[in-house]
Each structure stands twice: as structure tokens, then as C-alpha cells.
């Protein structure tokens, strides 16, 4: 299964997206470039399954999830990705 993330070009975000470009992750995730208005719609939409959003779109949308550390290990478990490559604790 490939999860779709929308990403935005920004260098905060350079390092989360490079993950998801550059390493064995990137095989399991087909990442679409936005701006962080659109990712908040993408993901409201339910176009996508991971959104790099601004803070104030948490509010707006409904059943979100933070990606804790327990989620990012889900993600890699799923993937079949070593746990060398997690972010994080």
C-alpha cells in the first residue's frame, strides 16, 4: 500500500521530506508538493493520508492525529522499513 503525503518545499519541512524522498521509505510513499494551504485541503479531503499543515488547520479539521513516535513505528513496521531509519525515539 502506498500512502500519499502532501508535502510543502519549505526547509522546515527539508528534513521530513528528504526522508520521504531519498531513502528506502520513498517506495512506499507517493509524496504530492503543496502549499501548505493546499496540504490542509488535501488532507481535509481525505485526498491524502499524511499533510505537513500549519498549526491552525489542527482546529479546523477534524481526525487528526499528531505523528507521535508510536505512529512513526507503525508506519515503518508497515512498510517493512528498518527502525534505523525512524525519526526520533
Given at each position: ?44 479531503r481525505g485526498e491524502v493520508e499524511i499533510g ?35 525519526m526520533g525515539p
Amino acid at each position: 500500500m502506498t500512502i500519499r503525503i502532501s508535502l510543502v518545499a519549505y526547509l522546515n519541512a527539508a528534513a521530513l521530506g528528504w526522508a520521504f524522498l531519498h531513502t528506502p521509505l520513498k517506495d512506499g510513499f507517493e509524496v504530492i508538493p503543496a502549499s501548505p494551504a493546499r496540504c490542509a485541503d488535501q488532507l481535509a479531503r481525505g485526498e491524502v493520508e499524511i499533510g505537513v499543515i500549519p498549526s491552525i488547520e489542527y482546529q479546523r479539521i477534524g481526525n487528526l492525529s499528531v505523528a507521535l513516535p508510536s505512529a512513526r513505528r507503525r508506519i515503518c513496521d508497515k512498510l517493512g522499513a528498518s527502525p534505523s531509519l525512524e525519526m526520533g525515539p
